[in-house]
């Protein structure tokens, strides 16, 4: 089994602000790796997915790096609509999520 | 462009079977993609369950495996989860997804209890 670990499990922040979650794998999962963006009471949204690649319609303030067993996504100006629960997802061999990040207003 | 609706029953007795349908539209459930479904506990994290591709070939969640079966219906543009001997544990929305690059499109989900 592959495990992902995601810091910090909580985010405070505000509007403006510059937003880096972290997504650690047990093993090296190459590039495939997706990230999700999750509201209250909605299906998970593809933001990124290759690591690094921005799925279609994604604001450009979200940004995704790493490979092997190291990932972090990236919101480089925080708006209101990105207070959220993000997680990390593995593709390499059968699929895993991390735990999730809340990201909430400070 | 496709859109998944996930249907079946909200309230499944316990050591009872779970069975849901995810229908496919605006698109084609023989186009080159998997078919996943996921789910949430309640305040909980994500889970994957298994996923199907049209021929039928299946791969499941070891966690899972022994209790799960996914079938597809290539008439209906559907797809369909089985987990069989539940328990309070199960209790959770059920999500399906397309499987293309990632898991790009996601049905609203759909809101199981195991209950007596």
């Known amino acids: 089994d592959i495990q992902l670990t995601q810091s910090p499990s909580f985010l405070s922040a505000s509007v403006g602000d510059r937003v880096t979650i972290t997504c650690r794998a047990s093993?090296?999962?190459?590039?495939?790796l997706a990230w999700y963006q999750q509201k209250p009471g909605k299906a998970p949204k593809l933001l990124i997915y290759?690591?690094?690649t921005l799925q279609s319609g994604v604001p450009s303030r979200f940004s995704g790096s790493g490979s092997g067993t190291e990932f972090t996504l990236t919101i480089s100006s925080l708006q209101p609509e990105d207070f959220a629960t993000y997680y990390c997802?593995?593709?390499?061999?059968?699929?895993?999520f991390g735990g999730g990040t809340k990201v909430e207003i400070k | 462009q496709v859109q998944l609706q996930e249907s079946g029953p909200g309230l499944v007795k316990p050591s009872g079977t779970l069975s849901l349908t995810c229908a496919v539209s605006?698109?084609?459930?023989?186009?080159?993609?998997?078919w996943s479904w996921v789910r949430q506990p309640p305040g909980k994290g994500l889970e994957w369950i298994g996923e199907?591709?049209?021929?039928?070939?299946?791969n499941y969640n070891p966690s899972l495996k022994s209790r799960v079966t996914i079938s597809v219906d290539k008439s209906k543009n559907q797809f369909s989860l089985k987990l069989s001997s539940v328990t309070a544990a199960d209790t959770a929305v059920y999500y399906c997804?397309?499987?293309?690059?990632?898991?790009?499109?996601w049905g609203q989900g759909t809101m199981v209890t195991v209950s007596s």
């Open positions: 997804a397309r499987v293309f690059n990632a898991f790009d499109i």
């Open positions: 605006g698109g084609s459930i023989s186009s080159s993609n998997w």
């Open positions: 199907i591709y049209h021929s039928g070939s299946t």
């Open positions: 093993q090296g999962i190459s590039s495939y």
């Open positions: 290759a690591a690094s």
């Open positions: 997802q593995q593709l390499n061999s059968y699929p895993s």
